[in-house]
């Protein structure tokens, strides 16, 4: 049950069919059960198709993976059960100034505290979520958001781009949990490599996005009879080389995640986080790109709606803006420096 702070309707957006939902699937060492190119693929079209849809799939893949690896077996089935019914999952972690905290008690366990950026705050129904506990761990519960009674505050969600996401305040304070609703051990959430590794998702997300910007670019320039001119052809031979670089990022963490599933040791764990901090890091580059490409290339009357290109640049100018970008370069660069052996 869900209380609303304000009347204003959600943003409309497309509703994801059951079937998307029930794909996602995960064995018990986490990995996709239609293989890794095909969870990939599966967020890079889903990002290529809307960039707020491609965000919640994300999120939804992210939450059920989380279950499949920490959950109990009891656990894995109710949330396959869910996903095939059509419950949309998601991982809501991001907090201000309330952190979310569980309490034990009698029976149950309450929470107390609010998160912020809750993308789907208005559709999930099936929330992954951190929690600090007494010693100051972090414990994830899986609250039932529609039997749950938590407070949805749309009132500060007025974003740049990524408005259909509905990424709202919820606040959890005296929700009630069962112990069956808590999901692995404290400190299961940061292992390594799914939690930093597993920012391929939403670069493969982003790199659909650019996909979707360079195709609707070059069939704008087609239709207005520019693709013999000669900026527009520089233009859309770099736009071209974006989107090829952002997929040989997707499919190089790809490869690292198949090695690690072969063969789980620490260097290849460590490998994984480094080909996805660098992919992420890349593919922003080549949205940065993309879009100033794009926009030079299609000028104010292509930035007019209902075209798609300014509703692309909103959307993905605001879901670059993914968290911690500098500390993610300090570890490349940390990681870099770590391979040379001796003094020059």
């Not at 109990?72 to 396959?80: E, F, H, I, K, L």
């Not at 789907?120 to 529609?146: E, F, K, N, W």
């Amino acid at each position: 049950m869900i209380d609303r702070t304000d009347s204003r309707p959600p943003s409309s957006r497309e509703a994801f069919s059951r079937a998307e939902l029930a794909r996602a699937k995960y064995d018990g060492r986490g990995i996709f059960v239609e293989g890794r190119r095909s969870e990939l693929e599966a967020l890079r079209q889903m990002g290529a198709r809307d960039p707020s849809l491609g965000r919640l799939y994300e999120g939804h893949l992210n939450a059920v993976l989380l279950v499949a690896l920490y959950g109990t077996d009891v656990q894995r089935r109710a949330a396959a059960r869910d996903a095939r019914a059509g419950c949309l999952f998601g991982v809501w972690n991001t907090q201000a100034n309330e952190p979310v905290r569980v309490s034990q008690k009698p029976r149950r366990f309450v929470l107390s505290g609010a998160k912020t950026w809750c993308s789907g705050a208005d559709s999930v129904t099936r929330a992954l979520i951190t929690a600090q506990t007494h010693d100051g761990s972090m414990q994830m519960c899986l609250v039932p958001m529609d039997r749950a009674r938590a407070t949805v505050d749309d009132s500060a969600w007025r974003p740049l781009g990524m408005e259909a996401s509905n990424s709202f305040r919820v606040d959890f304070s005296g929700v009630e949990l069962e112990e069956g609703d808590l999901i692995g051990s404290p400190g299961d959430y940061e292992r390594s490599p799914w939690f930093l590794g597993g920012a391929l998702r939403f670069a493969a997300v982003h790199a659909g996005i650019v996909e979707r910007l360079a195709a609707e670019t070059y069939a704008f320039l087609v239709a207005t009879g520019r693709k013999d001119d000669a900026m527009q052809l520089a233009r859309a031979g770099e736009l071209r080389i974006a989107t090829a670089g952002a997929r040989n990022w997707i499919d190089a963490g790809e490869a690292a995640w198949l090695a690690f599933d072969s063969d789980p040791s620490e260097r290849n764990a460590a490998t994984v986080v480094a080909q996805a901090d660098m992919a992420r890091l890349a593919i922003e580059r080549a949205g940065l790109d993309a879009l100033e490409l794009a926009v030079r290339s299609v000028g104010a009357r292509g930035l007019l709606e209902p075209l798609p290109f300014a509703g692309l640049v909103r959307d993905l100018t605001m879901y670059l803006r993914q968290p911690a970008p500098d500390a993610t370069l300090l570890r490349v660069g940390a990681g870099a420096l770590a391979s040379v052996s001796g003094v020059v």
